[in-house]
């Protein structure tokens, strides 16, 4: 993940972008980082609240684990808008 933020950080400086893109790309970013956070910080407590497996404790994390791939896939999409026509007149 940090990888691919890194990949983006370089291509936002060194394609020409608005600053209102950097912005988004930024925004998505930190949005991406920040609920993964929040699903690391949730399913250890829910580990400390019931140590053994339970099937509504795996529904849990399942649906946290569900929002990071959401917004993930949005930020892919968004930086796929902001870096087709730059990439494209590339190749």
Known sequence: MLLVTAMVVIMMFYFPTSRTEKAVLLAMIFSVLILELINSVMERFLDFLQPAVDPRVQKIKDLLAAIVLLVSSGAA?????????????IF
């Open 77 to 89: 999409i968004i930086g796929i808008l902001i870096f087709w026509p730059h990439i494209r007149t």
